[in-house]
Structures are given as C-alpha cells and as structure tokens.
C-alpha cells in the first residue's frame, strides 16, 4: 500500500511539472518550476531527469520545456478522437440494419484496443468496453491485421506471444494460424468463431488509408447463434464507403478501397 500511495504522488508531482512548462512559452529553470509547484528543487530535479529519459520533457542546458513524446501522444489521441467522429455515423447506420454491436478497433503492439462501439437497444448483447484490449489471434479484425504483415510477422507474433488460448477455439498453433490469417486477407474479411470468448461470434474488416495502410478495423460482434453470412457485404460496404470518408473520396489502390 506505501508503494501505491508514494508511486501516485510520482504522478501527481509530474503533472504538476508539466503544467508549469506548459504554461510558459519559454524554457523554465529549476528554480521557478520548484518554487512554482511547491517541491523541493532536488525531488523537482529527480522527476525531471526520469521525464527527460522518457522523452516527456526536454532539458536545455539548466532550463526545461515539454518534450516532443508529448507532441507525439497528443497527435495520436487526437487522430483517435477525429476516428472516432467520422466513423460514428456508419457505424450507427450498420448498427441499425443488423441490430447488433459495431466496434471499432486500432492495432496498438500485438492488441486491438476498442476505440468506438455503437449498441444495439436489446438486452442480450456482446458489449465490448472502450479502451479494453484483445489479442490479435482471438479477434476478427486483430487476424486480419496479422495477416496483412504476411506470414513472417504473423510467425513472429507467434514467437512473442506464445498464442495463449482464451478458448476451446483459439489458434494455439502457429502453422494453422499462418494458414487462417492468410486465407482471410484473401477473402477480404475474417470470423471471430468464439476464439475470444465462448458464444461469442465476430465478423471484422479492416480500414486503409489511401497509401493502403491500415488504419483500423470495423467489425459485428453477436452471439454465435445470431450471426449472420449476409452481414459480411454490408461490413465490407460500410468499410468502403468510410474509407471513401477519411481520404476525401479518394480511391484506394487495390480495386475494392477498405477491404482485401
């Protein structure tokens, strides 16, 4: 409990720091950031040199400002919260034809972390919480992302990972997954089979960029008994019609934008 409490006032004395600089247009010294916020300029001190280590803040000589790890953190919420926003729309709209949950996801590492998710008004529903997390062996979307890196990265993935299984229907075995991921790219879309969870049944396609780079994933989750084949040409419409969104109408490379 004492290495609870201590590690949370690390926080709150960072954020203090951080709010100080940010404040000030110029680099600011160790005096002012001490006096300031009320530390000790040694504790200031030993803050900001574990800061500067992690990139949060830059040192300039005996002056300090905001480190460009900041800059880089706040680009990527940023392009996150404007995801968010144009893919809400289609994803309500899909939502309302299937009366089932759409999800939105984006590859952070070797997981899918759900940005977005639109709920259908019924009360059994597989609902995904907002910034929880998957591996992409277990997920619809996370296997096509894995495919997409071809079967080196997807055997890689497997040496890292280890391919722990969540169920009696998770790929444990990295020959058989190498061989599913591919085969998915190739259909355009892949099934969640209750790999994650069991009842549990997916179907994901991936959004590109119009370089043809992955921005994220779209995806139905159900209950396995509930899934339909039919929702897989109106995922793969609501894809393309959100791609045609984010790059302004632009076509993607491949014939078919939004979808592999």
């Not at 045609?244 to 993607?252: A, D, E, K, M, V």
């Amino acid at each position: 409990m004492p290495t609870k409490n201590i590690s949370i006032q690390v926080i709150d004395r960072l954020t203090a720091l951080l709010g100080v600089l940010a404040r000030n247009r110029d680099p600011v010294s160790l005096k002012v950031l001490a006096a300031d916020t009320g530390l000790h300029p040694s504790t200031a001190f030993r803050i900001l040199a574990s800061a500067v280590e992690n990139g949060l803040v830059a040192r300039e000589g005996p002056h300090y400002r905001l480190g460009i790890r900041l800059l880089q953190l706040g680009s990527r919420v940023a392009s996150h919260q404007d995801l968010r926003r144009e893919a809400r729309p289609f994803m309500e709209s899909l939502r309302n034809q299937i009366g089932e949950t759409v999800n939105l996801t984006v590859r952070e590492g070797d997981e899918v972390v759900y940005l977005e998710r639109a709920l259908p008004e019924r009360m059994m529903r597989v609902e995904q919480r907002i910034g929880s997390r998957a591996p992409l062996h277990v997920t619809a979307v996370g296997k096509l992302m894995l495919g997409e890196g071809g079967e080196v990265a997807c055997r890689e993935y497997a040496q890292r990972t280890g391919l722990p299984g969540y169920t009696r229907y998770s790929f444990t075995d990295t020959d058989q997954l190498a061989q599913h991921v591919l085969s998915c790219v190739r259909a355009g879309f892949a099934y969640d089979d209750e790999e994650a969870e069991a009842g549990v049944g997916c179907i994901g396609v991936l959004i590109h960029d119009d370089a043809g780079q992955i921005v994220a994933g779209l995806s139905i989750s159900a209950p396995i008994e509930r899934r339909r084949d039919e929702w897989v040409p109106l995922l793969q419409d609501t894809a393309r019609r959100l791609t045609r969104q984010l790059t302004g109408g632009q076509q993607h490379p491949l014939d078919h934008p939004g979808v592999r």
